[in-house]
């Protein structure tokens, strides 16, 4: 089960840390990422990170609009996907979703959501 947490209102120019507990997973088999939709707009990636991936070459990715405020990251031993995301400002506001896929199947899970409003 994925339970995203974290979402609030800020005002522009504030950080916000989202979290999204993993349980029952083993984090280190899986791809972590976070995507967002906002209102009227298709569901996008945010971040990624890949480095547990038993294959060659994972590595973070971010989008081009939140590279170098946003910061992804996990902490496997609780279980734990993170997304801290500094410099917000109002096209950051949107419904957030953890998603978990896995490196040796073809299985994916999706968190709950977590709603950012940046306003104020």
């Known amino acids: 089960r994925l339970v995203a947490s974290g979402g609030d209102l800020v005002q522009p120019g504030g950080s916000l840390t989202l979290s999204c507990e993993a349980s029952g997973f083993i984090l280190d088999k899986y791809l972590v990422s976070w995507h967002r939709q906002a209102p009227g707009k298709e569901r996008e990636l945010v971040a990624e990170?890949?480095?547990?991936?038993?294959?060659?070459?994972?590595?973070?990715n971010y989008a081009d609009a939140v590279r170098g405020r946003f910061t992804i990251s996990r902490d496997s031993e609780k279980n734990t996907v993170l997304l801290h995301m500094n410099s917000l400002d109002a096209a950051d506001t949107a419904m957030y979703y953890c998603?978990?896929?896995?490196?040796?199947?073809?299985?994916?899970?999706w968190g709950q959501g977590t709603r950012v409003t940046v306003s104020s």
């Open positions: 990170d890949s480095t547990t991936n038993p294959r060659p070459g994972g590595a973070t």
């Open positions: 998603k978990l896929e896995s490196y040796y199947t073809i299985y994916q899970f």
